[in-house]
């Protein structure tokens, strides 16, 4: 397995990853379409755990806020000094807390199955499915009455969903957002929701390659490393923006568009 990287790779598949990762066309699938196309040797996992922890850091930073609310919130209940404003942040950590639970059991269990994920023709295939998921939304309102609260249906679809998104080629933030859509969450909620539900298993996906590679972060240069999360950084804020732009505008469904030319293509030109 190669895993020397030049700093222009890292570059490019840092600024892949940070487009992709928040935009609903999955950043794994893209990143072994780069790979693939380019030529780009296989790194390590841990290379692609580090990407997603530069874009968590967007999470983290643009949501601070409503994650020291539920931080406090948490504390606050730990230590039975809840407060009424506290209702909405608690309950929001509880489904949080249920639908991490089911992204665990799914992902690991997709992990028995043992599929190619780095085969171009699965993964152009997967797209397709988000591009499916996607477009479905665009009849969410025509058909699904919102919800006041997160409920624990949400919490299971959009944990199971958050399972699947585990797949290259299947967009975490775009299943998960179809299916908190799909359940009756209010669009300024979904937005929100979907990424902090993404903090816990970005981390815990952290925390299990290290435990299966502990040696990764010895074999790897540091400056394509840090060129390619300083790039995710960077153009994962932008995305991030576009996104919630267009969820609360309920143009979530355009990029279904995109996702089904590169899809195609990748049926059609395989490497």
Not at 15 to 30: N, Y
Not at 133 to 146: E, G, H
Not at 181 to 203: D, N, Q
Request: glycine share 8%; with cysteine.
């Amino acid at each position: 397995m190669g895993t020397e990287l030049q700093v222009w790779e890292g570059l490019v598949l840092g600024i892949v990853q940070g487009l992709t990762e928040f935009l609903p066309v999955s950043s794994s699938g893209h990143l072994v379409l780069a790979r693939n196309y380019m030529a780009i040797p296989e790194v390590p996992l841990l290379f692609d755990v580090l990407l997603h922890v530069a874009t968590l850091a967007v999470i983290v930073y643009y949501y601070r806020l409503l994650v020291g609310r539920l931080v406090m919130a948490t504390f606050r209940f730990i230590g039975r000094r809840t407060k009424e404003e506290d209702r909405s942040e608690l309950r929001m950590v509880l489904v949080v807390i249920g639908a991490t639970i089911l992204t665990v059991a799914v992902a690991l269990g997709l992990r028995k199955l043992d599929l190619p994920e780095d085969s171009t023709s699965m993964v152009s295939f997967l797209m397709l499915v988000t591009a499916l998921l996607l477009a479905s939304t665009a009849f969410v309102d025509r058909f699904i009455t919102v919800k006041k609260e997160y409920t624990w249906i949400q919490a299971l679809v959009t944990g199971i969903g958050q399972g699947f998104g585990t797949l290259a080629g299947i967009s975490r933030s775009g299943i998960t957002l179809s299916s908190a859509l799909w359940t009756g969450m209010k669009r300024e909620k979904a937005g929100e929701y979907a990424f902090i539900l993404s903090i816990p298993a970005v981390l815990g996906a952290l925390v299990l390659t290290l435990f299966e590679d502990p040696v990764a972060s010895q074999t790897m240069t540091f400056l394509p490393i840090f060129i390619g999360c300083v790039a995710a950084f960077i153009t994962g804020m932008a995305a991030l923006r576009l996104l919630l732009w267009m969820v609360r505008t309920a143009k979530l469904w355009y990029f279904s568009f995109y996702l089904v030319v590169v899809g195609v293509f990748g049926l059609i030109i395989t490497v």
